[in-house]
């Protein structure tokens, strides 16, 4: 190898991407079917993106209806169909119907792809020194898994049931007994799309996480040893072993609910089920209960799939940004060590209503407090990095840095749900929406999108602009508070997470008012708007804000497309200055990856070492070298 | 460039690449089947009714286990031929795996038909009898039937109007059509002959016109014998099918027939019961004589007085009915007309060739005329149980029971991991002969990498043999 990278340092004028030796490809097999992690990963990327802004298209209209129940939806009422929106206005079907898809998509069509399988695949190759990933083929296969399951969850609209209704959890027996009668075929309807798709989706994931942990074991370079490895290569290997062994539970429980709908079995269906006053044919003796722990068996280490790519992104955005070395590097590699053994022992702690009785809840009560010990270790850690650093504020640096106190919020929020007591009341309220939103939203992608700032350089050559990227990025945080924060006041109040209209119909419970609730009435009232003092009221600034959230997002998307003409051109290889080996690499990177064979020499955030010439000494640097001979080597 | 460490070991982990990935794969099989493991006690334990043991012929479980077993120690052998670089030697010990798993799949195929054929049928105070049905079928028939519905299901119209299944009713009525000819008058009069095309273009007419159905009348009345699946519901005038076509006329016949060969009356006894009088005067009462008749009655309390006499000798301070294999024994019946000296009064239900040929091939499923022939002890009556005294009915697939609905699931995945092993074996058996030239080494790990797939699925079968038949 090292010999072919020799020969590449004489080809100073070449484009990378077809100078090894191969024939040039077809458009078709370089970007569709392509085996190269980093196509792969921008194929992931660019995928997620879609199913994000079809997921938050979702929400919106069940915005819409929340806000203004029982009036038509502007401008799309007419295309939801007669049967599911009748003169434009949004049904409670219908709202169910967007409810679950909308959960479904952003986790597991959006995020989870995002960020760990698109920034995965592009950066962890690149930051442990590898050419690829251990098994590119599988790779591919992964993406395909994931690109018909998730097309087939969302055909599964076009069923003339409509898709899935029963919420993201899927719980039986509702969601075996819904759409069961009065249909032609069981296998055509929408919620049992949904479990075929999953268990597309869910093979993708462990295909994905089998090559990411292999990668990450057996093809890092020379010099690259554990301690060495960057902060989000560790991340993403914990987050590896996550996907692989939560995602089989949910597997079963797919297949099992699969059964009970289409073979007609009792797994989660209890004895002596009515439905509409009929006993259904069905033999009973199943336990509803079995579906709720397979699937949180999945569900709560997923929570961490979700969160874990996110402080990754951020661990690397911020000690470039800053100048100083991650504080704690080793803690936080041992805190997310931790963090995942963890997550496999809390699940329970989302089934407190279930009557599983005080022994089990109690002991999954400790370990969720337990499991806040390794999360905030992660947060204190990049928060004590800022200390005393020389800090750059640019857009990636404004998404990091925002990530930390709206993850916080979202962490803190969620302590109070750990206690029993506590969640008895708070179950199912607004408050567990705008505690976990917070998490994802707020939290996960705003970290993405810094990710998605602090990277493009690498990936098109070029800058995004960072004028937009302001644009985009103040009015985000405050249209996200917005959105969010009212959700917890509600949520204390007792709105139910499943009102289709936003609590009108329980209007005498849901008569309290505060001083915020009064404040965005009188706020409305300046503008000749009236807006009910309730905390019904603050139903319309949350959509408001949603809507806002949308309009703040057009910047991104121009900044997005029009940067890789259009953006400021990178003028070296390494155009933030940052340590880690992703920089030591071609821009953008040919296949292959590495011009000459990538060794780690140091650890990976060695910034402004006393006596050091720079205040950067990457990684990939030999010692005695200078960062400038470095830099202006792979320049074109 | 190539990708390090797909041959040769890397030094520090130990292992090359697809070793390790299959090893990090097979720990996701693990929580897979952990799971479904985990669902089985879960169920077993939670379970409102007699947990079903020692229902399954253990000798098909047995000769399986062998067969797995040996076919592991071929694959290993397999490898080894490639490790000493023998191809002939390779290509005998991985033709003889794979047969292995053919033989796997051919008895799992005779277990599941015996399992498609036998039917256990709830009254409705809970006895069970079980069987065959005659003919292996159960129909709903329905004569004099004059007028069709068929339905547009207009308000379907979904999202953007696109619905990508077509909800309507479809001709699939017409496959139970058993007399007559589907002649029909529409509305306004005119003779139309039904089919799937003819359907499709009235629909789509009266869909034009806004309309929910379309009346059709038959020009001479006709009989259906419908499969009830088929049915969302029926009554004594109407039947309504799953695509929404309405037939309207008389039902004439909804009673099942069945060649009995076991009675089951332990869901009549409450779970927490202790004295075991209540529960046999219970048993004593059980819709199950009514439908079998007091003979068997009388049989079946001769029966339960020798295993409680049996019972009371071995075990005289257990509380009887706190013993499952007591209560299995002693509350359960199985029903034959030769051990019972009854040949006399033996049933022969008309049998055709088809049918004969079927149950030929499941061992278990015996058809009468068989039993006659043979004279072996598988001659069951036949009974007539009407449709109102039955609670609920199903052949012994996942739907009977969360017993053969885990057995399914656990043993149709098991199933297409031996399937999926065996088509990856095959692939280096018969595309391997390239590489084998190239890089003996390479296929040599490719075939270990399958090797330690194989034996994971070895493995879970030496898990679920004990807990399927033998727990």
Known sequence: MSATAIAHDDLKNTDHAHDHGHKKQSFLWKYIFSTDHKVIGLQYGLTAMVFLLF???????????????????????????????????????????????????????????????????????????????????LNAW?????????????????????????????????????????????????????????????SSSLLGAVNFVTTILNLRCKG??????????????????????????????????LFDRVFGSSFFLPTGLVEANQHLDISGGGSPLLYQHLFWFLGHPEVYVLILPAIATVAEVIPCNIRRPLWGHKTMIYAVLVLGFLSFIVWAHHMYLTGMGSVVSTFFQITTVLISVPSVILLTCLMISLWGGS???????????????????????????????????????????????????????????????????????????????RVHFWPSLVFMNLLFAPMMIQGMAGFHRRWYDGGKAFEDTTSVSNWFSQGWSHFAGIFGVHVESTMIGLNSLMSFAAWGLAIAQIPFIINLFFSIKGGKKVTCDNPWHATTMEWDTPTPPGHGNFLHEPVAYRNPYEYSVPGAEDDYTPQFLPDGAKVEEKLTRAEH | ???????????????????????????????????????????????????????????????????????????????????????????????????????????????????????GVQLNDGSVLEGHLVNNEYLVKFGEVKTVTLATRLNAKGMLGINLVNPASDAG??????????????????????????????????????????????????????????????????????????????????????????????????????????????????????????EWKEKYLKHYKEESGKFAKEHDKQVPLKNGDFVREAFTMEISLHENGATAHQVKPEINEKETHKAAE??????????????????????????????????????????????????????????????????????GKKMFKENPEHLANRVETGGLFWHFVDLVWIFLFPLLYLM
């Not at chain 1, 909308?102 to 959006?110: A, D, P, Q």
């Not at chain 1, 199912?428 to 810094?450: R, W």
């Not at chain 2, 009554?235 to 060649?259: C, P, Q, V, W």
């Open chain 2, 362 to 431: 499941s061992p278990q499923h015996m058809a009468p005329t068989h039993a006659a022939e043979g004279g072996g002890h598988h001659d069951h009556p036949e009974i007539a149980i009407e449709k109102k005294d039955i609670h609920f009915y199903s052949n012994f697939t996942p739907k009977y029971n969360n017993y053969f609905a885990i057995y399914f699931a656990l043993t149709g995945l098991h199933g297409l991991h031996v399937i999926g092993g065996a088509i990856v074996l095959s692939y280096f058996l018969f595309f």
């Open chain 1, 391 to 469: 800090i750059r504020f640019n857009t990636a640096m404004l998404f990091a840095c925002a990530f930390l106190p709206m993850f916080g919020i979202g962490g803190l929020t969620g302590l109070p749900l750990a206690f029993n007591m506590i969640d008895l009341f708070l179950h199912d309220t607004y408050y567990v929406i705008g505690h976990f939103h917070y998490v994802v939203a707020p939290g996960t992608i705003f970290a993405l999108f810094a990710g998605i700032y602090h990277w493009y350089p690498k990936i098109t050559g070029r800058f995004m602009s960072e004028k937009l990227g």
């Open chain 2, 1 to 119: 460039m190539e990708i390090p460490y797909t041959v040769k070991a890397r030094p520090d982990t130990g292992l090359w690449n697809a070793k390790m990935g299959i090893w990090l794969f097979l720990a996701s099989e693990v929580m897979l089947f952990g799971g479904l493991f985990s669902a089985y006690i879960f169920l077993r334990i939670g379970a409102d009714y007699p947990w079903p043991v020692h229902v399954l012929n253990p000798w098909y479980g047995f000769i399986n286990t062998l067969v797995l077993i040996f076919s592991s120690i071929t694959v290993l052998q397999a490898w080894l031929a490639l490790k000493m670089r023998k191809w002939g030697m390779y290509q005998i010990w991985m033709v003889l795996t794979i047969a292995c798993a053919g033989a796997f799949m051919c008895i799992k195929t005779v277990e599941y038909n015996d399992k498609f054929h036998h039917y």
């Open chain 1, 142 to 202: 992964s993406y395909w898994l994931f690109f018909v399951g998730g097309v087939m969850m969302l055909l599964s609209f076009f069923m003339p049931t409509g898709a899935a209704q029963v919420g993201w959890t899927n719980y039986s027996p509702l969601a075996t007994t819904v759409q069961y009668l009065d249909v032609k075929n069981i296998f055509f309807t929408g919620q049992t799309q949904w479990l075929v798709s999953m268990i597309f989706i869910i």
């Open chain 2, 173 to 294: 009525f017409l496959k139970y059509l058993v007399e007559g000819k589907p002649e029909f008058k529409d509305e306004s009069g005119n003779i139309v002959t039904l089919d799937s095309s003819v359907v499709a273009k009235l629909l789509a007419e009266a869909t034009k016109n806004k309309k929910p159905t379309v009346k059709l009348t038959a020009v001479v009345p006709l009989k259906f014998n419908i499969e009830p699946a088929r049915l969302a519901a029926y009554d004594k005038g109407k039947a309504a099918f799953r695509d929404g076509t309405e037939i309207e006329g008389k039902l004439e016949d909804d009673t099942m027939r069945l060649l009995v060969d076991k009675v089951d009356l332990r869901r009549l006894i409450p779970t927490q019961e202790e004295n075991l009088g209540k529960a046999v005067a219970d048993v004593n009462d059980a819709d199950a004589w009514k439908v079998l008749g007091p």
């Open chain 1, 224 to 257: 690259m040893t554990w301690m060495r490895m960057p902060f989000f290569v560790w991340a993403m290997l914990v987050t590896g072993f996550l996907l692989l062994l939560a995602f089989p539970p949910l597997e079963v429980a797919a297949i099992l609910q």
């Open chain 1, 55 to 137: 997921g938050f298209f979702l929400m919106m209209v069940m915005r819409y209806s929340i806000a203004f129940p029982g009036k038509p939806l502007p401008l799309f009422g007419t295309l939801l169909g007669e049967r599911w929106a009748p003169g434009g206005v949004v049904s409670p079907d219908l709202y169910n119907m967007f409810g679950a898809m909308h959960g479904t998509i952003m986790v597991f069509l959006g995020i989870v792809p995002l960020g760990f399988a698109a920034f995965g695949n592009y950066i962890v190759p690149l930051q442990i020194g590898a050419i690829d990933m251990a098994f590119p083929k």
